[in-house]
């Protein structure tokens, strides 16, 4: 699954956040300055981030189960991090 997200947030704090989110669940494997790969027992997660039009970052975050999976729910609740972090009036909502 691929899942995209758009932020006002710096790609070297998305980076960082990254680290600080999958690092204690998910081994590193792969570490490049715009990617981040993660694996585990779950199975995998890919986080790339690129600058996009002046102030934007594109976030993407891509696994390697298929859609509800464990993995695919981590990815939700980072993209739910991120945006948390850009905007901390943002309310969460969802079961993921």
């Known amino acids: 699954m691929k899942y995209f997200h758009r932020t006002h947030l710096a790609p070297d ?6 680290n600080r989110y999958f690092g204690p669940r998910l081994a ?9 790969r993660f694996a585990g027992t779950i199975g995998q997660v890919a986080v790339t981030v690129q600058a ?7 976030v993407t975050l891509e696994t390697n189960q298929p859609g509800e ?22 309310q969460p ?3 993921y």
């Open 13 to 18: 704090a998305v980076m960082t956040e990254a």
């Open 28 to 36: 590193p494997t792969e570490e490049a300055p715009r990617r981040r």
């Open 52 to 58: 996009e039009g002046g102030h934007y970052t594109l």
């Open 69 to 90: 999976s464990e993995a695919d729910r981590l990815a939700k609740r980072f993209l739910t991090r991120i945006h948390t972090l850009a905007d901390p009036a943002h």
């Open 93 to 95: 909502r969802g079961a």
